[in-house]
């Protein structure tokens, strides 16, 4: 089946950085693209970033362009969220997951899920 569980969360300040991962067991993800999503309070899922199998295509969501940067260790299979310049709109409950293949801004196309880690922002 496979597994995904994220860590790194907790309380950040304005400003502050923090770095999510999100390490696999269970199985391999080879060949598997991985996102970043966060669900703020009262607002739906949304992409933050993904990134390819092989490291080499990565996407950020205008929200964290430029302040956040997602890798990948595939010997660990793990993947990480670096996140800079934190502000308080990025309070939420951060998820990783993965799909088979090129990386999605969408919800639906990805196939495992992690079960989220809390990131509270304060000003």
């Known amino acids: 089946q496979g597994h995904l569980v994220e860590g790194g969360g907790g309380g950040g300040k304005d400003g502050g950085s923090l770095r999510l991962s999100c390490a696999a067991s269970g199985r391999t993800f080879n060949g598997y693209a991985m996102g970043w999503f966060r669900r703020a309070p009262g607002k739906e899922r949304e992409i933050v970033a993904h990134i390819n199998w092989g490291g080499s295509i990565t996407y950020y969501a205008d929200s964290v362009k430029g302040r956040s940067t997602i890798s990948r260790d595939n010997a660990k299979n793990a993947v990480y969220l670096q996140m800079n310049s934190l502000k308080p709109e990025d309070t939420a409950i951060y998820y990783c997951?993965?799909?088979?293949?090129?990386?999605?801004?969408?919800?639906?196309?990805?196939?495992?899920w992690g079960q989220g880690t809390q990131v509270t922002v304060s000003s």
């Open positions: 997951a993965a799909k088979y293949g090129l990386g999605s801004v969408r919800n639906r196309d990805y196939s495992h």
